[in-house]
Structures are given as C-alpha cells and as structure tokens.
C-alpha cells in the first residue's frame, strides 16, 4: 500500500462520513436492527412466545433442548440466537453496498473516475485502494453494532437468566468470520453493479437483490426448515469467502476505464 492508495483510502473514507445521504442509511439500519428491537426484546420477553406469532415452526426444530426455559427466557433465546443473527448480516450487506455504489458509481457519476486514471497509479492499484476504503467503514459498523447489540442483549440477559449472554461461539464466528466475507461480497457485487449503473440511486436499487439470501435464512428457520448453529455458520462463511475469491477476479476484469467513465 503506497502513499497514493493511503491517500485515496483517507479522501473515499471522509467524503462517506461526510455526506449524509450516503451515512444516514448506514446508520438507521443498525439502529433499528440492533438497538430499537433488541431493546423492544428486552422489554417485551416477559410476555413470553404466545406475544408472537408465526414461530411455532421454530420452536418444534429446535426440540426440546430449552424444555427447562420459561416462556420469557425461551423467547430472549430464540431472538438472540436465531433471528438477531439474520437479522445482524443485513448491517455488512447494506453498508458495504452503499458505500461502495458512492465509491465506484459515485465517481462515475460526478464524472471525477476519469481524472482518477491520469493520477500516477496503476488501475490495479486503484482498485485495491477503492476496496479497503469501501471495506474499512462497513466493517467499523458492523463491529459497533455487534458492541451496542451485545451491551443491549446483556441487560436483558441479566434480567432473564442473570448472566452475560453475549458474545457466544455462534456470534463470534458471525462477527468475526461470516461478516468480513459479506462484506466483501457486497462490495465486490457493486463493482459489478458499477459496470452497469448510470446513478448512485440505480446501483443501489440493484445491489438489493443481494440480501434475497439473507431473506431465505431467514423464512427458512421460521419455517422450521433448519436452524442456524455453528457448524452452518462456519460452512456459510467458507462458501461465502470462495463466492468473494470468483467475484474478485471478475470485479478487477470489469474495473476498465471504459467501462467506468
């Protein structure tokens, strides 16, 4: 990483944080999927499984390994380990493919790619330094939302079962291993995205249909289908990670002056 890529990394990370069109969206999410109904969970567990709907499905595959839990305490723990995990890959997934339809699309765009290309640094390194900057703020989300999450499940875990429930083994791999891999995938679907969308807001509108996988976990444990557990944690990541090595090869191929100006 030479002083031109740092530069261009520093330059991509203050224009993001700096224009809240593009920071607002990276922040109401996280807020509501990790502080507002977490803490709607916490007040509300007390009114046990019957207060909702629809997750009798779950309950059934998940036999009768929390038969011992009261009502209250069976809901906080299919919240914390089961649906707060769904819901907490959407934070990577929308923020690495916002800031990265500012970075690539953005410069298209605003029509400053071109300028880009007569700087003295390679296309490859371009791309690279367009990566890091796109993945550095995604991941610093996600990570502070993990901290505000797992402060929040505490208090309630104090209140359900007097103990600390956060960080498990199951959330460590989603914070530290399944994360960074969707990150990377969103912002290497962007710059697919890129190639193609004239306007910030049309690559957005495109990379939704990259949280369609994060749906179908979600209908499929609701459903009863299967239920999220380490093992499928770890064998997601890993597929994940090998979808993002194929994707990066092709994102590099497509990241041509022609295609971008």
């Known amino acids: 990483m030479n002083a031109m890529q740092r530069a261009m990394i520093y330059k991509d990370i203050r224009e993001v944080t700096g224009d809240k069109q593009i920071l607002m969206p990276m922040l109401i999410v996280p807020v509501v999927m990790m502080v507002i109904l977490p803490l709607i969970l916490v007040i509300g567990a007390r009114y046990g499984v019957s207060a909702i709907n629809g997750m009798d499905y779950m309950i059934n595959a998940l036999g009768d390994q929390f038969a011992d839990l009261t ?9 914390l380990n089961y649906m707060f995990p769904v819901f907490f890959l959407l934070i990577p997934i929308m923020s690495g493919s916002i800031i990265g339809a500012s970075s690539f699309v953005g410069e298209k765009e605003h029509k400053t790619m071109e300028s880009l290309f007569y700087t003295p640094i390679s296309i490859r390194e371009l791309f690279n330094a367009k990566v890091v900057a796109t993945a550095v703020p995604a991941i610093v989300i996600t990570l502070l939302s993990a901290v505000v999450f797992g402060i929040v499940m505490n208090i309630g875990g104090w209140m359900y ?38 306007t910030f807001q049309e690559a957005q509108q495109t990379s939704a249909f990259i949280i ?40 590099a191929a497509r990241f041509v002056p022609e295609k971008l100006i």
Do not use: C, H
Not at 167 to 196: E, G, H
Not at 216 to 236: C, P, R
């Open 161 to 198: 079962f007097g103990k600390i429930v956060f960080p498990s083994i199951k959330w460590l791999i989603l914070i530290l291993w399944v994360s960074p891999a969707v990150t990377i995938l969103s912002i290497y679907f962007m710059v697919l995205v890129s190639a193609k969308a004239k």
């Open 212 to 251: 369609i996988p994060v749906i179908l976990l979600l209908v499929g444990q609701m459903t009863g289908l299967f239920v999220l557990n380490e093992a499928i944690l770890g064998g997601f990541g890993a597929v994940v990670f090998m979808i993002d090595f194929i994707l990066m090869r092709k994102a």
């Open 71 to 79: 009502n209250a305490q069976l809901l906080f723990e299919i919240a």
